[in-house]
């Protein structure tokens, strides 16, 4: 099926570039992971081949955004050789009216973090699906925590009222390890109503590296819809 008979794919591609097209010359761009966000990537390549953005550099945050990027021909750079990023565009999982999101269904949530937050601009790109009234709704919590942890930092979230289960591999025997080489617990809540504090608390429990709560930092997020079978952008 081509991207013009499947309105979902199209309306990705259609996200994805308006993201693109926000980037400038001479920027410095966050580069983040998902299916929406590798749109975005394959169109900044698209716009560096035709000559109109130029100058640019790519800070990945996944294993996967670094190898889309080398695909479609954007240079690459690290937080070692910078001293800003102008921009970040990443998808989400939940979005919530406050602009906080849950990230990390890809388990790339502690790289994206670093760099999204970062960022002068952060624009999340996401479909309609992905937005909710509460964190939570429908996306548990992914937390990144160190092997050795892995009990303790269960036992210490349960206490928080939470429900981790470790997430186990697709197509692979035992858990996902992510590219920092750590376990990814999914969490759930029977109500996030304070996202800033639980944030902190989760990460202030030892052995853990990072979580999926992101909080007071995304600028502009635009959200895909399909209508009437064809793609829509609007902003929030």
Known sequence: MTATEDPVKL???????AAANLVKSGSIVGLGTGSTTAFTIQFLGDRIKSGELKDIVGIPTSFQSEVLAKQYGVPLTTLDAIDHIDIAIDGADEVDPSKNLIKG???AHTREKVVDYLADRFI???DSGKLVSRLGETFAVPVEII????????????????KPEIRMGVKKAGPVITDQGNMVVDVTFDNISD????????NNIPGVLENGIFVNCVDKVLIGEVKDNKPVVREM
């Not at 309306?11 to 570039?17: A, I």
């Open 11 to 17: 309306m990705k591609q259609e996200v994805g570039k």
């Open 105 to 107: 269904g890809g388990a």
């Open 124 to 126: 999340v790109v996401v």
């Open 147 to 162: 092997p050795m942890a892995i009990t303790p930092a269960m036992q210490a979230i349960t206490k928080l009222g939470g």
């Open 195 to 202: 996202p800033e504090n639980l944030e902190k608390t989760l």
